[in-house]
């Protein structure tokens, strides 16, 4: 312990001039230090934080904006749905017009073919009946002819006996004729 107590340098001795010159070497270093790497080393360090907060910020955008569009498409989707459901109604009532349209356009043509036929039945049966009243008065004819026995003429007849056909169409004529 002697050792150290003498002036030989201990651990525990102090030496003045050596204090002086770590203070100054210490005092050049923290100027070298401050006059050329700190504003480096703090230019750098702000940089960083620079990039760090914008790179914060652009991914907050991105994440703001990502969220925007996912709000957008859930509506374009949801807009989407309503108007397919809008384009599926619009098809139902349409075919439903449609199907309407033709069993009327159906009713319609089954109508008009119906008395078209009506009307065809009865031209028909009028023409029938002419016929059939021509052969009649034919007959009479013949037979009023071989019974008078040429004391009328044939024109003569026809008239008399279409005169007589006629009174027999009108009921009322016919009962009077026969008072």
Do not use: C
Request: net charge negative.
């Amino acid at each position: 312990m002697t050792f150290f107590l003498q002036g030989g340098g201990g651990i525990l001795s102090f030496d003045t001039g050596f204090a002086i010159w770590v203070l100054i070497t210490m005092l050049v270093f923290i100027w070298g230090m401050g006059k050329f790497a700190v504003p480096y080393i703090v230019k750098a360090l702000d940089d960083r934080e620079k990039r760090i907060k914008e790179s914060l910020d652009s991914a907050e955008n991105a994440l703001a904006k990502a969220k925007e569009i996912s709000k957008e498409n859930e509506q374009a989707l949801r807009d989407a749905e309503i108007k397919a459901q809008k384009i599926r109604k619009e098809a139902i009532e349409e075919a439903e017009k449609l199907r309407v349209e033709r069993l009327e356009k159906a009713r319609e043509e089954s109508a008009k073919i119906l008395q078209d036929a009506k009307e065809t039945i009865e031209k028909e049966k009028e023409r029938a009946l002419i016929e059939l009243r021509n052969e009649v008065a034919d007959l009479a004819v013949r037979a009023a002819s071989v019974i008078i026995d040429h004391e009328l003429d044939e024109e003569k007849n026809k008239k008399l006996v279409n005169r007589f056909i006629d009174n027999l169409e009108e009921p009322s004529t016919i009962q009077k004729n026969e008072v």
